[in-house]
């Protein structure tokens, strides 16, 4: 049996002693600890990192200046939004006004000779076949009077297209034309718009002219400045100066060209010493100026022409109606408007100034407006 100094430690292992053993100092009688050389550092490791599942691994950049970007690619300049449009809706417009020119020339070629040019023994039966396909209007100008007055017309007129020959006739009804109007006895020939309004006027026209008109068309001061704006104006010579300041009238003499405004101011001039004879020529020559302009427009202004008809004329014509007939009419020439007038026969009755008209003349006058020649001549 071993001493109690020979006891064994059970709780350190005799081989290994990770105590650290720290150096003697000469104070305690020890000898100095002599250190080994420091051991040698390694260079650090740089730390990788393992890319978690799922992940791209991180790309590291390597040491030194960072790379030099690439120049970005110059963009193409575009063109503003909405360009597009406007080249596609030129291009439209310039398609069908070829289109409509070609059309017009196209028709203006299809043209047959005039009546009065054929055999006198074929002119009667060949003016009655032209006249089926005519069409027939009464044109009333509104005088718009104030509220509380009843309106009168101010203007009518009588007028015929005919497809076939490419023209379109007329003739002016005097406004102060002595007539029998149905139950109201004989007065000027606007009252019966004032008594009865367009069905009546019409009624007194035909009793007047004979043939019945086929369609009727009102049109009041503000729906004629349309148009004439419409069309981009008509040019007049003005023969003298005309000032009116209570109708707003105001022109000056010469040629001009005149908007919807001062067109109407023209036409409705009468202080020149002929009445309602001198406005009458006046209103020729405006239907044959307002004809020119009509038959030079872009298709443009004839959509907006159509649309201020729309907008400024009451009258009893279809729509399909009106474009058939724009579409019959085209292939007009320069002297498409052919403008008639009636022997006048001014008179003072109980001082009041009338126009007679001589019914013979009227029958006459109607013929040529409707077939181009006195067919009863004939």
Same mark, same amino acid.
Do not use: W
């Given at each position: 049996m071993r001493s /109690?100094?020979?006891?064994?430690? #059970?709780?350190?292992?005799?081989?290994?002693?990770?105590?650290?053993? #720290?150096?003697?100092?000469?104070?305690?009688?020890?000898r100095p600890h002599r250190q080994g050389p420091a051991p040698r550092r390694q260079p650090a490791r740089p730390v990788q990192h393992r890319p978690v599942?799922?992940?791209?691994?991180?790309?590291?950049?390597? &040491?030194?200046?960072?790379? &030099?970007?690439?120049?970005?690619?110059?963009? %193409?300049?575009?063109?503003?939004?909405?360009?597009?449009? *406007?080249?596609?809706?030129?291009?439209?417009?310039?398609?069908? &006004?070829?289109?409509f020119a070609a059309f017009w020339f196209f028709s203006a070629r299809q043209v047959p000779a005039p009546i009065d040019s054929l055999?006198?023994?074929?002119?009667?039966?060949? $003016?009655?076949?032209?006249?089926?396909? %005519?069409?027939?209007? *009464? #044109?009333?100008?509104?005088?718009?009077?104030?509220?509380?007055? @009843?309106?009168? /017309?101010d203007t009518m007129l009588y007028m015929v297209m005919r497809p076939v020959d490419k023209k379109i006739s007329l003739v002016s009804l005097p406004r102060d /034309? #002595?007539?029998?109007?149905?139950?109201?006895?004989?007065?000027?020939?606007?009252?019966?718009?004032?008594?009865?309004?367009?069905?009546?006027?019409? @009624?007194?026209?035909?009793?007047?002219?004979?043939?019945? &008109?086929?369609?009727?068309?009102l049109v009041n001061?503000?729906?004629?400045?349309?148009?004439? %704006?419409?069309?981009?104006?008509?040019?007049?010579d003005v023969p003298q100066k005309m000032y009116k300041p209570e109708e707003g009238i105001d022109l000056e003499a010469g040629r001009q060209k005149l908007n919807g405004h001062d067109a109407l101011a023209f036409v409705r001039w009468r202080d020149d010493g002929l009445?309602?004879?001198?406005?009458?020529?006046?209103?020729?020559?405006?239907?044959?100026?307002? $004809?020119?302009?009509?038959?030079l427009m872009w298709p443009w202004q004839a959509v907006r022409l159509a649309w201020a008809l729309h907008q400024a004329v009451d009258t009893d014509l279809s729509v399909l109606d009106s474009l058939k007939l724009v579409v019959d009419m085209a292939g007009m020439g320069p002297d498409a408007v052919q403008v008639d007038h009636f022997d006048l026969n001014p008179q003072y009755i109980n001082n009041v100034s009338y126009v007679l008209l001589d019914p013979a003349d009227v029958r006459r006058t109607i013929e040529r407006v409707y077939y181009g020649i006195e067919i009863s001549s004939i």
């Open positions: /109690s100094d020979e006891t064994i430690r #059970l709780d350190h292992h005799p081989a290994v002693d990770d105590t650290r053993r #720290l150096p003697r100092h000469r104070s305690q009688g020890g599942a799922g992940q791209p691994p991180v790309q590291r950049r390597p &040491a030194g200046p960072p790379p &030099a970007q690439p120049t970005p690619p110059k963009k %193409n300049r575009q063109a503003p939004p909405g360009c597009g449009c *406007l080249v596609t809706l030129l291009v439209i417009c310039l398609a069908l &006004a070829a289109a055999p006198a023994s074929e002119q009667k039966a060949e $003016a009655i076949q032209r006249a089926g396909k %005519n069409t027939s209007f *009464l #044109l009333v100008g509104d005088d718009e009077r104030t509220e509380g007055e @009843q309106a009168r /017309s /034309s #002595l007539v029998t109007i149905p139950g109201h006895g004989e007065d000027k020939l606007n009252a019966a718009f004032a008594y009865g309004g367009m069905d009546l006027l019409l @009624q007194t026209v035909t009793d007047l002219i004979g043939p019945k &008109a086929d369609h009727t068309v001061f503000t729906g004629f400045e349309k148009m004439v %704006n419409a069309v981009g104006g008509v040019t007049i009445g309602d004879i001198g406005r009458m020529d006046r209103q020729k020559e405006f239907m044959a100026a307002f $004809a020119k302009e009509c038959r």
